[in-house]
């Protein structure tokens, strides 16, 4: 617990995932060209709106009109037709112009070599995040540096799901046998809110993922933590466990579910679902599909002395 | 000669005694355009009301954060069904029931093209619809797994793979809509070729009225769009049952082709479900301003531009699965183009009201708000057309917010705007305007209460189809305020329904022509006989009865 | 009052007489459109795949130029065109004869096809589920031969109620139907051997 509030648990959590709070550049270029289009349909709505109420007003029948009176039969006029369809064409121009340049800057963006990568697997109902450079696999908080941008390979063990922390930027989606990319420069310390935004199954709801932006310091520290394999321990490995979770530096090499090594650096359990507490660590492991039913997690109905000895050694891992 | 008289007395068809089997086979049985056209709208309206349910036990249990009214299986069934229902069972057949009641009747034939199809149409579309709901049941399948589908309505793959959707639920989902989109292109292909081969003498196309013009289109666009999801549904069916590799991703197949397959036909098809709503406005909105549509040649001419342009703008659905920045920006420039179009509708039917006597009863209060809730759907479209923003609104609440402006703001109020329009003509008998208003302003007020926190709700970084949200994540308030609203919307509902039942049972009689109409509808008996006109009517002009009701200012004089 | 009195000058659109298009011609037309929708998507889905597939056989391997059965195919086309003036004549003879051929062909094609399935599954081992290649080409090829099997439904009707008497003179425009669609069946076949045999190979 110690290590975890050296690691940023005093980070400021960004839950509300206000769009219009945007904290990273693709985020921010998002927002701008949001408030030109807000403006510019605001004020066609205001135009056109008060155009059609007046008109419903002030052409509306009162008591005392002479019913058998028909008003004047107007057919058209090609001028008005003209006019009505120009302006909205110079208008749609305009929008595919700054569209044309917002969608270059953000999608041709050639990251720097010395930029961080990082792979962002989606699973039902959870995210693998991996970093080829350091060596680590974690899961479900994807830990980054302020400094310098972070580049993302975007992939899908399964179905499709959709990375989305909308203060730091729009969705790309994770499709399986493809790769997409996004980056992230987020400029402040803090914790980001964001959930898979592709409907991906029963638990679509809990895939909720979190980026944690750190002092490039702080993230040093992080990733050396991380890299550290872990202790053995006999009992947990004798339980199917290991046939889904890897811990690294130990037998444990299952590839289905998320990896273990450092489970108690992290936030939550299940992908968000449930905060990463002693009580419902205990309660997950014995009985994942209350905590987030449909859960690919079985309930390996442990014995209560199997159970403390594997929420013992899960403790241990930090 | 050939023309109609305007008859003072004409045989009515005879009310006779019919026992419960003989009348019920006069319906079964029946060719006629008229009974098929309000088979389609009652079957439409029923599951309207199951699909609303459905909509709204899934407010109940979005009120609150970490609520427990439905486990996250049943709502992921539930916004599957209550989509694919609205789009498919209530949508489709609201289009199909409209043309076929009222395309003959406006352009002065005695029946639909194809009377049999016809029939056949609307039969195969109901038993598709039943075969989708029969998954409650048999949706287990052998595997016991699932009951109704839970892949959504756009049922993307490879969700919809054996591998991650077992039992039988998708491949009801699959036969139903395809049986019934059989018969959506069946009413479709009979709806085209009776607008082009039945109109009576004299009416060429110019002088068509703008509903048959906006259904002619609409019906074009069903043919085109439909056949891809059909195609799509096939491929998926030889995957799930074949072993075929379509969507297999495993095998190198790719998950995005169904994407594109699906809207290929899923944004032509929205466009399919609000063009009734134009075709409504077009008459409902002259009527009651009496003044001809304003710019018909452009009205028409927007239609057929929507009609090509919305062909073309599918991937403005895909922006976020990483296409190439040109694709982007291709399709959110075609996707903006569809807004001109759709402005010139509104400004048109604007300027129609404009220097009018606007009578404000109920239908043309439906079309009031439908002009300003389609125009927010329309402003926020654009919004999601521009790419860059919508890789933040993708997927959101606010998406869901902008396409219940267009779908219940546009569509639904534009329906309940034409149903107090004709129901005198089907039934000969006045909706009560005082439960008129109260449904109107009921469904406003719900409407607006339900569907503008969920834009907010998408701005907070709420995504779509979550069962569950935090307490903490800033959605609480919207979220209940969305679902109060719901109240208001099922009474108003609630409250048409009973309009419609007691004014059926004892409501004030409409006589032929109660609106002081201009179309031929208007000219024969409420309801009309089995042969619609006795002699088959003359027309000069767009406006017929207009000409008849002044014979020194008639419409043919100013048109060519 | 009465509509015809407002319209006394109108007397002249009746004078002159009021036609509208055939009901079935433009129905078939359109059924045409929607029926060729849905072949572009499996085309389109054909082409999209080639060349994806991860494993063997592949088409170049194990496809060869159906062009016997092709010259069959189109030839029926114009079989039909002869039968059908042949009826519009009133030379039953020639229709039954140009008829007869005209199946005879179609059956050939999907004889053809037949052995072509038969050649590439139990001696390829190509079927709908090795790759890409096998589901898109049984698709194609099979979505393409139902219609040519509805095609030969009705047109051996049209046999079965010639030869037991029935007076299919009077059912010329429903013949010709049926001679429209054959062709566009035809014209499929251009654009499924183009796209499969010869650009996907």
Same mark, same amino acid.
């Given at each position: 617990?110690?290590?975890?509030?050296?690691?940023?648990?005093?980070?400021?959590?960004?839950?509300?995932?206000?769009?219009?709070?945007?904290?990273?550049?693709?985020?921010?270029?998002?927002?701008?060209?949001?408030?030109?289009?807000?403006?510019?349909?605001?004020?066609?709505?205001?135009?056109?709106?008060?155009?059609?109420?007046?008109?419903?007003?002030?052409?509306?029948?009162?008591?005392?009109?002479?019913?058998?009176?028909?008003?004047?039969?107007?057919?058209?006029?090609?001028?008005?037709?003209?006019?009505?369809?120009?302006?909205?064409?110079?208008?749609?121009?305009?929008?595919?112009?700054?569209?044309?340049?917002?969608?270059?800057?953000?999608?041709?963006?050639?990251?720097?070599?010395?930029?961080?990568?990082?792979?962002?697997?989606?699973?039902?109902?959870?995210?693998?995040?991996?970093?080829?450079?350091?060596?680590?696999?974690?899961?479900?908080?994807?830990?980054?540096?302020?400094?310098?941008?972070?580049?993302?390979?975007?992939?899908?063990?399964?179905?499709?799901?959709?990375?989305?922390?909308?203060?730091?930027?729009?969705?790309?989606?994770?499709?399986?046998?493809?790769?997409?990319?996004?980056?992230?420069?987020?400029?402040?310390?803090?914790?980001?809110?964001?959930?898979?935004?592709?409907?991906?199954?029963?638990?679509?709801?809990?895939?909720?993922?979190?980026?944690?932006?750190?002092?490039?310091?702080?993230?040093?520290?992080?990733?050396?933590?991380?890299?550290?394999?872990?202790?053995?321990?006999?009992?947990?490995?004798?339980?199917?466990?290991?046939?889904?979770?890897?811990?690294?530096?130990?037998?444990?090499?299952?590839?289905?579910?998320?990896?273990?090594?450092?489970?108690?650096?992290?936030?939550?359990?299940?992908?968000?679902?449930?905060?990463?507490?002693?009580?419902?660590?205990?309660?997950?492991?014995?009985?994942?599909?209350?905590?987030?039913?449909?859960?690919?997690?079985?309930?390996?109905?442990?014995?209560?002395?199997?159970?403390?000895?594997?929420?013992?050694?899960?403790?241990?891992?930090? | 000669?050939?023309?109609?008289?305007?008859?003072?007395?004409?045989?009515?068809?005879?009310?006779?005694?019919?026992?419960?089997?003989?009348?019920?086979?006069?319906?079964?049985?029946?060719?006629?355009?008229?009974?098929?056209?309000?088979?389609?709208?009652?079957?439409?309206?029923?599951?309207?009301?199951?699909?609303?349910?459905?909509?709204?036990?899934?407010?109940?249990?979005?009120?609150?954060?970490?609520?427990?009214?439905?486990?996250?299986?049943?709502?992921?069934?539930?916004?599957?069904?209550?989509?694919?229902?609205?789009?498919?069972?209530?949508?489709?057949?609201?289009?199909?029931?409209?043309?076929?009641?009222?395309?003959?009747?406006?352009?002065?034939?005695?029946?639909?093209?194809?009377?049999?199809?016809?029939?056949?149409?609307?039969?195969?579309?109901?038993?598709?619809?039943?075969?989708?709901?029969?998954?409650?049941?048999?949706?287990?399948?052998?595997?016991?797994?699932?009951?109704?589908?839970?892949?959504?309505?756009?049922?993307?793959?490879?969700?919809?793979?054996?591998?991650?959707?077992?039992?039988?639920?998708?491949?009801?989902?699959?036969?139903?809509?395809?049986?019934?989109?059989?018969?959506?292109?069946?009413?479709?292909?009979?709806?085209?070729?009776?607008?082009?081969?039945?109109?009576?003498?004299?009416?060429?196309?110019?002088?068509?009225?703008?509903?048959?013009?906006?259904?002619?289109?609409?019906?074009?666009?069903?043919?085109?769009?439909?056949?891809?999801?059909?195609?799509?549904?096939?491929?998926?069916?030889?995957?799930?049952?074949?072993?075929?590799?379509?969507?297999?991703?495993?095998?190198?197949?790719?998950?995005?082709?169904?994407?594109?397959?699906?809207?290929?036909?899923?944004?032509?098809?929205?466009?399919?479900?609000?063009?009734?709503?134009?075709?409504?406005?077009?008459?409902?909105?002259?009527?009651?301003?009496?003044?001809?549509?304003?710019?018909?040649?452009?009205?028409?001419?927007?239609?057929?531009?929507?009609?090509?342009?919305?062909?073309?703008?599918?991937?403005?659905?895909?922006?976020?699965?990483?296409?190439?920045?040109?694709?982007?920006?291709?399709?959110?420039?075609?996707?903006?183009?569809?807004?001109?179009?759709?402005?010139?509708?509104?400004?048109?039917?604007?300027?129609?009201?404009?220097?009018?006597?606007?009578?404000?009863?109920?239908?043309?209060?439906?079309?009031?708000?439908?002009?300003?809730?389609?125009?927010?759907?329309?402003?926020?479209?654009?919004?999601?057309?521009?790419?860059?923003?919508?890789?933040?609104?993708?997927?959101?609440?606010?998406?869901?917010?902008?396409?219940?402006?267009?779908?219940?703001?546009?569509?639904?109020?534009?329906?309940?705007?034409?149903?107090?329009?004709?129901?005198?003509?089907?039934?000969?008998?006045?909706?009560?305007?005082?439960?008129?208003?109260?449904?109107?302003?009921?469904?406003?007020?719900?409407?607006?209460?339900?569907?503008?926190?969920?834009?907010?709700?998408?701005?907070?970084?709420?995504?779509?189809?979550?069962?569950?949200?935090?307490?903490?994540?800033?959605?609480?308030?919207?979220?209940?305020?969305?679902?109060?609203?719901?109240?208001?919307?099922?009474?108003?509902?609630?409250?048409?329904?009973?309009?419609?039942?007691?004014?059926?049972?004892?409501?004030?009689?409409?006589?032929?022509?109660?609106?002081?109409?201009?179309?031929?509808?208007?000219?024969?008996?409420?309801?009309?006989?089995?042969?619609?006109?006795?002699?088959?009517?003359?027309?000069?002009?767009?406006?017929?009865?207009?000409?008849?009701?002044?014979?020194?200012?008639?419409?043919?004089?100013?048109?060519? | 009052?009465?509509?015809?009195?407002?319209?006394?000058?109108? =007397? +002249?659109? $009746? !004078?002159?007489?009021?036609?509208?298009?055939?009901?079935?011609?433009?129905? /078939?037309?359109?059924?045409?459109? *929607?029926?060729?929708?849905?072949?572009?998507?499996?085309?389109?889905?054909?082409?999209?795949?080639?060349?994806?597939?991860?494993?063997?056989?592949?088409?170049?391997?194990?496809?060869?130029?159906?062009?016997?059965?092709?010259?069959?195919?189109?030839?029926?086309?114009?079989?039909?065109?002869?039968?059908?003036?042949?009826?519009?004549?009133?030379?039953?003879?020639?229709?039954?004869?140009?008829?007869?051929?005209?199946? =005879? +062909?179609? $059956? !050939?094609?999907?004889?053809?096809?037949?052995?072509?399935?038969?050649?590439? /599954?139990?001696?390829?081992?190509? *079927?709908?589920?090795?790759?890409?290649?096998?589901?898109?080409?049984?698709?194609?090829?099979?979505?393409?031969?139902?219609?040519?099997?509805?095609?030969?439904?009705?047109?051996?009707?049209?046999?079965?109620?010639?030869?037991?008497?029935?007076?299919?003179?009077?059912?010329?425009?429903?013949?010709?139907?049926?001679?429209?669609?054959?062709?566009?069946?035809?014209?499929?076949?251009?654009?499924?051997?183009?796209?499969?045999?010869?650009?996907?190979?």
């Amino acid at each position: 617990m110690a290590l975890l509030q050296g690691l940023g648990a005093a980070l400021p959590e960004h839950r509300v995932a206000n769009i219009f709070k945007p904290l990273a550049t693709p985020a921010q270029s998002e927002y701008h060209i949001a408030l030109l289009v807000l403006a510019i349909t605001g004020a066609i709505f205001v135009v056109v709106a008060g155009l059609i109420v007046y008109t419903i007003w002030r052409f509306r029948r009162r008591p005392g009109d002479d019913a058998k009176q028909e008003p004047p039969q107007v057919y058209g006029s090609n001028q008005i037709e003209v006019a009505w369809t120009v302006i909205p064409i110079l208008i749609v121009f305009v929008l595919i112009g700054v569209s044309a340049r917002v969608i270059a800057s953000v999608q041709n963006a050639s990251p720097p070599p010395q930029m961080l990568k990082v792979t962002l697997i989606g699973h039902q109902w959870w995210w693998e995040v991996r970093y080829p450079d350091y060596g680590i696999v974690t899961a479900n908080e994807i830990h980054v540096p302020t400094a310098s941008a972070t580049y993302l390979e975007l992939q899908s063990a399964d179905v499709i799901h959709s990375f989305w922390v909308p203060q730091l930027a729009g969705k790309t989606d994770l499709i399986p046998n493809r790769t997409n990319y996004s980056w992230i420069d987020p400029r402040e310390p803090g914790v980001y809110f964001g959930n898979c935004a592709e409907y991906c199954g029963t638990q679509h709801a809990n895939m909720l993922l979190r980026v944690v932006a750190q002092a490039p310091e702080d993230f040093k520290r992080w990733a050396a933590e991380q890299q550290k394999p872990a202790a053995e321990n006999a009992a947990f490995q004798s339980l199917s466990c290991v046939s889904c979770h890897t811990i690294k530096g130990t037998p444990a090499k299952g590839k289905f579910g998320p990896d273990l090594t450092h489970l108690m650096s992290r936030r939550t359990l299940a992908a968000g679902a449930i905060a990463n507490t002693a009580e419902n660590l205990r309660q997950w492991v014995k009985d994942p599909q209350a905590a987030k039913p449909g859960s690919l997690m079985p309930s390996l109905q442990l014995t209560d002395q199997e159970l403390g000895q594997v929420v013992n050694y899960l403790e241990s891992l930090q | 000669m050939a023309s109609i008289d305007y008859p003072l007395e004409r045989p009515r068809p005879k009310e006779g005694e019919f026992s419960f089997s003989e009348t019920l086979y006069r319906w079964v049985a029946t060719v006629d355009h008229k009974r098929l056209g309000l088979m389609y709208i009652v079957t439409a309206l029923l599951f309207l009301v199951i699909a609303g349910l459905m909509a709204s036990v899934m407010r109940l249990q979005l009120a609150f954060p970490n609520n427990h009214v439905v486990g996250p299986e049943t709502f992921n069934r539930l916004f599957t069904m209550h989509g694919t229902t609205m789009v498919f069972l209530v949508g489709m057949p609201f289009v199909a029931g409209l043309s076929n009641y009222l395309v003959p009747l406006m352009i002065g034939a005695r029946d639909m093209a194809f009377p049999r199809l016809n029939a056949f149409g609307y039969w195969i579309f109901l038993f598709g619809g039943l075969l989708l709901y029969f998954s409650y049941i048999g949706g287990g399948g052998l595997s016991g797994h699932g009951s109704a589908p839970d892949v959504g309505w756009f049922a993307y793959a490879p969700l919809t793979s054996k591998a991650f959707s077992r039992g039988a639920s998708t491949d009801f989902w699959i036969l139903g809509i395809l049986v019934a989109g059989i018969g959506s292109v069946a009413s479709a292909l009979n709806v085209i070729v009776t607008t082009i081969c039945m109109r009576c003498p004299g009416m060429t196309l110019t002088r068509m009225p703008m509903f048959v013009w906006v259904m002619l289109i609409d019906s074009w666009l069903i043919i085109i769009a439909l056949p891809p999801l059909t195609a799509a549904q096939v491929m998926l069916l030889i995957d799930r049952f074949l072993g075929g590799n379509f969507f297999n991703t495993q095998a190198g197949g790719s998950a995005v082709l169904w994407q594109h397959f699906f809207w290929i036909f899923g944004h032509p098809e929205v466009y399919i479900l609000i063009f009734p709503a134009f075709a409504i406005l077009s008459e409902v909105i002259p009527i009651f301003s009496r003044k001809p549509l304003f710019g018909r040649a452009a009205m028409v001419g927007a239609v057929v531009a929507i009609g090509f342009i919305s062909l073309g703008v599918w991937a403005h659905h895909m922006f976020a699965v990483g296409m190439t920045s040109w694709s982007n920006t291709f399709f959110a420039a075609s996707s903006m183009l569809v807004g001109i179009p759709t402005g010139i509708k509104i400004f048109n039917w604007t300027a129609t009201m404009y220097g009018g006597k606007l009578r404000l009863d109920t239908p043309m209060l439906f079309c009031c708000a439908f002009l300003l809730q389609f125009l927010v759907a329309g402003l926020t479209g654009i919004m999601l057309a521009v790419s860059p923003f919508d890789w933040q609104l993708h997927d959101s609440y606010f998406v869901v917010g902008h396409f219940h402006f267009t779908l219940i703001g546009g569509l639904v109020f534009g329906l309940f705007a034409g149903m107090y329009y004709w129901f005198p003509k089907a039934t000969g008998k006045l909706l009560c305007e005082k439960l008129g208003r109260w449904n109107f302003w009921l469904f406003v007020i719900g409407f607006e209460t339900t569907f503008i926190p969920m834009h907010f709700l998408g701005i907070l970084g709420m995504p779509r189809r979550i069962y569950t949200y935090a307490p903490d994540r800033g959605w609480d308030f919207w979220n209940l305020v969305s679902s109060l609203g719901v109240i208001a919307q099922a009474a108003a509902i609630a409250l048409f329904i009973w309009n419609v039942i007691d004014s059926i049972r004892s409501g004030e009689k409409a006589g032929d022509d109660p609106w002081d109409g201009w179309t031929l509808e208007w000219a024969t008996s409420s309801p009309p006989p089995e042969y619609n006109f006795e002699k088959l009517p003359v027309v000069r002009s767009s406006r017929p009865l207009w000409d008849l009701k002044h014979p020194h200012d008639p419409d043919w004089k100013f048109e060519q | 009052m009465a509509l015809a009195q407002t319209y006394k000058g109108d =007397a +002249l659109t $009746l !004078e002159q007489g009021w036609h509208m298009p055939d009901r079935g011609t433009v129905g /078939i037309a359109f059924l045409i459109v *929607t029926e060729s929708a849905l072949f572009t998507i499996f085309v389109v889905a054909y082409l999209v795949y080639i060349g994806k597939s991860l494993n063997g056989p592949m088409p170049k391997d194990v496809l060869d130029l159906p062009i016997v059965a092709t010259i069959c195919l189109l030839s029926s086309s114009i079989t039909v065109v002869f039968a059908e003036h042949a009826l519009k004549k009133g030379h039953l003879g020639a229709f039954k004869l140009w008829w007869i051929a005209t199946i =005879a +062909l179609g $059956l !050939e094609f999907l004889t053809a096809t037949g052995i072509e399935w038969h050649k590439l /599954i139990y001696k390829d081992h190509l *079927t709908i589920r090795t790759n890409l290649f096998g589901t898109t080409y049984y698709s194609l090829v099979g979505l393409h031969a139902s219609h040519v099997i509805v095609g030969m439904v009705f047109l051996l009707l049209v046999m079965g109620v010639t030869f037991a008497g029935f007076p299919i003179q009077t059912q010329f425009r429903r013949v010709r139907f049926l001679s429209w669609y054959w062709h566009f069946v035809d014209a499929v076949w251009v654009v499924v051997f183009t796209v499969v045999y010869v650009v996907g190979r």
